[in-house]
Each structure stands twice: as structure tokens, then as C-alpha cells.
């Protein structure tokens, strides 16, 4: 009885947590950064304030959290790319890890444009968050140098600085992020379609042969 009566509990709980992190979104999404508080996540879910604290300790912690609940499985998804199959052909694998990104993109696509447009700028952002999004951006980094690396050592990339390169490709993603915000296109964000062109516009940038490399190879 112990054991199912803490089963319940944990079920209760990440359902909670669930219910929390809905909330924030919304009130993100209707207030921005600075509208959202503990008092107004607490009364769009329906519950006494208290009951958050017993799950975050501020606003920060949820936001991290609402982050967390989107970027943690592009992580895993991306890192389970680099580590399923040693024999996979880097250009394949950064192939895979891009379109696993632009996955993830289109099945949030929601809830990423609440947190886009409802970014709080870097004065205004509390150091807790700031630590969490750079230990988010190096691992992101740190993989796509790996794969970047392994693709210079097969001869299949031309020689560049992998840590650079990594930072530029992240970057160049954040600004098709905001691009499709501020401008969408008719459709749905990030389609095959999109995902393919832009994959194959970074691989001839990197790609140590004269013509285009075969992603599928």
C-alpha cells in the first residue's frame, strides 16, 4: 500500500507541476515577462498561492522550468543522434540533429512563441535564468562541435573553428526563431520543406567537396 500510495503522490504531483507550467505559459502569453507573477499563475490554475511555493520558488524557477519542459527533450533527442550509431556518417548525423531541432520546433511551436515573445531582455532576466539558457546553449554547442570535429577528421568538412561554427549555427537558428515570429509565412513554421532548405544551405557551407555533400549518405 506504501508503494502505491507514493505512486499516487508522484502521479499528483507531475501532473500538478503540468498544470503549473500551462498556467505560466498562459499568463506569459497574455502579460509578458514582466505580468508574470506567482499571485497570477496561481489564479488563472484556480489555486491558492501557497500551493505554488510548494512546487517553485518564484517566478524564475518557473520560467526555468517552462524552458526546461521544451528544450530538455531536443537535448535528448539531439545527443541520442550523436550516440546511437558510431558508424554514421557525421554529415548524416549533423543531417539528423538539424531536422530533430526543427522537429521539436514544429510540435511546440505554441508554447515556443509565447516564450519568444515574452523574453525578458538580458538587464532585466535574473541571473538564475541566465545560468540555466548558457548551460542550455554550451551543451547544444558542445555537440554539434563533436559531430563538427568527427566530420573534419573524415575529410567529409572542411577545416573550421568548430566553436565558432557551433555558436553560428545555434545562432543562425535563434534568428529564424524570430523571423518566423515577427514574420510567418503561410502554413505551418518550420515544414520539411523549410527544415531541408536550410540544412542543406549549412552543409554546402561546410562540406569539403566542390558540390553539395549527400546528406543522406
Known amino acids: 500500500m506504501k508503494k502505491l500510495s507514493e505512486k499516487r503522490k ?41 500551493t505554488l511555493y510548494n512546487y517553485y520558488k518564484n517566478k524564475d524557477e518557473l520560467l526555468i522550468a517552462v524552458i526546461a519542459s521544451l528544450v530538455d527533450p531536443m537535448i535528448r533527442r539531439i545527443r541520442a543522434i550523436m550516440e546511437a550509431d558510431p558508424d554514421m556518417a557525421p554529415v548524416q548525423k549533423l543531417s539528423s540533429m538539424m531536422q530533430a531541432g526543427f522537429l521539436e520546433f514544429q510540435e511546440n511551436w505554441n508554447q515556443i512563441r509565447v516564450l519568444i515573445n515574452a523574453r525578458p531582455t538580458k538587464l532585466h532576466r535574473q541571473q538564475t535564468v541566465q545560468e540555466y539558457m548558457i ?16 566530420g573534419m577528421a573524415q575529410g567529409c568538412f572542411r577545416a573550421v573553428d568548430t566553436r565558432l561554427t557551433a555558436r553560428m549555427l545555434n545562432a543562425f537558428v535563434k534568428g529564424l526563431l524570430e523571423e518566423e515570429i515577427d514574420f510567418p509565412e503561410d502554413g505551418p513554421p518550420f515544414s520539411e520543406k523549410y527544415a531541408s532548405a536550410f540544412i542543406s544551405l ?9 558540390g553539395p555533400p549527400d546528406a543522406g549518405a
Open 135 to 150: 548551460s542550455f546553449r554550451d551543451e547544444l554547442n558542445s555537440i554539434y562541435e563533436q559531430v563538427l570535429e568527427q
Open 202 to 210: 549549412i552543409l554546402r557551407g561546410i562540406s569539403a567537396a566542390p
Open 10 to 50: 508522484y502521479i499528483w504531483n507531475e501532473t500538478m507541476k503540468a498544470e503549473i507550467l500551462n498556467a505560466t505559459l498562459k499568463v506569459l502569453d497574455e502579460s509578458g515577462y514582466s505580468g508574470l507573477t506567482m499571485a497570477r499563475v496561481a489564479k488563472t490554475l484556480g489555486v491558492a498561492t501557497g
